[in-house]
T-cell receptor, first 115, second 114 residues
Framework: IAGITQAPTSQILAAGRRMTLRCTQD?????MYWYRQDLGLGLRLIHY???????GKGEVPDGYSVSRANTDDFPLTLASAVPSQTSVYFC??????????????FGPGTRLTVL | GENVEQHPSTLSVQEGDSAVIKCTYS??????FPWYKQELGKRPQLIID?????GEKKDQRIAVTLNKTAKHFSLHITETQPEDSAVYFC?????????????FGKGTTLSVSS
């Protein structure tokens, strides 16, 4: 069992390019999340999905989009990357039951540099 | 929306001392408060969590206390060891629509010197 995997591990991207960060979990969790981590700012929620077919906006959604076609995958797309999107991106997943979230498990992260 | 404040941003202690990290939150509807530890270059890992129907929870050298009236919660680490050195994040749940997500504090860098 792999848990949560993310790809790529790291990427250098030219500004203006489109990029999709991949996230896959094999724990059959119904909820998935994307965070970005910047020094001194902690982890900030970008987008979330409570169940396949639904998504929602977090604290910093601008410039990012997500989709949730099935339970296992939750890709994050930067339509036109800008240098301020340079960050470490973490995907996470958890179960939700009766309105309560269970432990969120994090993927290994993707280090993205936009030049 | 939910806002989580975490203090201090850095904390240095001697091995064997106790360490306390405090967080406040703004949304009275929050009902789940986890703490994560992140070592350099690694992913955040849950170390302890508490739900709104409990005032305190312990796990060996780690404890968390919650004061819902004051909207603050704290992490207590006793008998600190060098391997406790890491960045610690608190978080509070929000309830977007039918599910929940987490809003994190900005983190506390704990350094334990031997």
């Amino acid at each position: 069992i792999a848990g949560i995997t993310q790809a790529p591990t790291s990427q250098i991207l030219a500004a203006g390019r489109r990029m999709t960060l991949r996230c896959t979990q094999d724990m059959r969790h119904n909820a998935m999340y994307w965070y970005r981590q910047d020094l001194g700012l902690g982890l900030r929620l970008i987008h979330y999905s409570n169940t396949a077919g639904t998504t929602g906006k977090g604290e910093v959604p601008d410039g990012y989009s997500v989709s949730r076609a099935n339970t296992d995958d939750f890709p994050l797309t930067l339509a036109s990357a800008v240098p301020s999107q340079t960050s470490v991106y973490f995907c996470a997943s958890s179960d939700i039951f009766s309105g309560f979230t269970d432990t969120q498990y994090f993927g290994p992260g993707t280090r993205l540099t936009v030049l | 929306g939910e806002n989580v404040e975490q203090h201090p941003s850095t904390l240095s202690v001697q091995e064997g001392d106790s360490a306390v990290i405090k967080c406040t939150y703004s949304d009275s509807a929050s009902n789940y408060f986890p703490w994560y530890k992140q070592e350099l270059g690694k992913r955040p890992q849950l170390i302890i969590d508490i739900r709104s129907n409990v005032g305190e929870k312990k796990d060996q050298r780690i404890a968390v206390t919650l004061n819902k009236t004051a909207k603050h919660f704290s992490l207590h680490i006793t008998e600190t060891q060098p391997e406790d050195s890491a960045v610690y994040f608190c978080a509070a749940s929000i309830s977007p629509q039918a599910g929940t997500a987490l809003i994190f504090g900005k983190g506390t860098t704990l350094s334990v010197s031997s």
